[in-house]
């Protein structure tokens, strides 16, 4: 197995080999659109350089907002988790929780349906299933809890109980947690790129979004799922795609006369 800094070396120095690649160990702090005969974006860092380009790919990733519950951060990744698909059939036949404050719950709890029968649906204070969605989850025997929730209780990383500010306790062995999901920056809503209800950058399916020139890669767009594989493949597909556009543009605009 190879680590992750031992990756990202490897990776760079490969990089390196390429005269048309540099690779800047800082911080971008803010983008703007510009006019230019040769560059339509602007990039500032925290030292105060400023890069231009033709093209901008934004990669700069989500991050995860939990709820504020005590207790809920030494059982992260050992008994709680964010994603089903990742952990849901090592929680198999366990009695399961789903916190969830936005109707994505639903959807969590039909997916993890397949792996556990006994299920409790919690919204910690929020109003965010409909009727017809509580009367789905019942039928199936999921129960649901919409109170606050006062804290996680577990030991060694492995949740025991559910304890809620009205003084109910349940008694649960792992779940999930569902996280909102916001932008790593501000830079697609500095370029005026549209965002989804969700807070994804949208793209037209091959990177492309709403601004001439701007693409976006990863987690940051609004239907690529959090998961590295994914990031690392699409980074690579918009980067070729990227590719291909320069090519068409210098193609179309190199004429004999600039060759002679």
């Not at 994804?200 to 959090?226: F, N, R």
């Amino acid at each position: 197995m190879i680590t992750i800094p031992e990756f990202r070396r490897i990776a760079h120095g490969e990089l390196q080999r390429y005269p048309s690649v540099s690779l800047l160990q800082s911080e971008a702090v803010s983008v703007t659109k510009i006019e230019s005969n040769e560059s339509n974006f602007e990039v500032q860092d925290a030292s105060g350089n400023r890069i231009q380009a033709r093209k901008l790919i934004l990669a700069t990733g989500v991050k995860e907002i939990f709820p504020e519950i005590d207790g809920y951060a030494p059982l992260y990744g050992r008994s709680l988790f964010n994603c089903v698909y990742c952990d849901g059939w090592e929680l198999r036949d366990q009695p399961l929780v789903i916190v969830s404050e936005h109707a994505s719950g639903f959807h969590t709890a039909k997916l993890l349906y397949q792996w556990s029968r006994d299920i409790v649906v919690c919204t910690n204070g929020h109003s965010v299933l409909s009727t017809d969605q509580k009367l789905q989850l019942h039928t199936k025997g999921i129960k649901i809890m919409e109170q606050r929730i006062a804290s996680f209780i577990g030991t060694n990383g492995l949740l025991e109980h559910i304890r809620f500010e009205d003084g109910t306790e349940i008694s649960r062995s792992g779940g999930f947690v569902t996280p909102k999901f916001i932008q790593s920056t501000s830079f697609a809503e500095q370029l005026g790129c549209e965002l989804s209800t969700s807070g994804g950058i949208m793209t037209e399916g091959l990177g492309k979004t709403t601004i001439p020139g701007v693409y976006a890669a990863g987690d940051a767009v609004s239907s690529s799922p959090s998961q590295v594989v994914f990031a690392a493949a699409d980074g690579s597909r918009i980067a070729m795609r990227v590719n291909q556009d320069l090519s068409e543009e210098d193609f179309e605009q190199n004429t004999i006369s600039d060759i002679q």
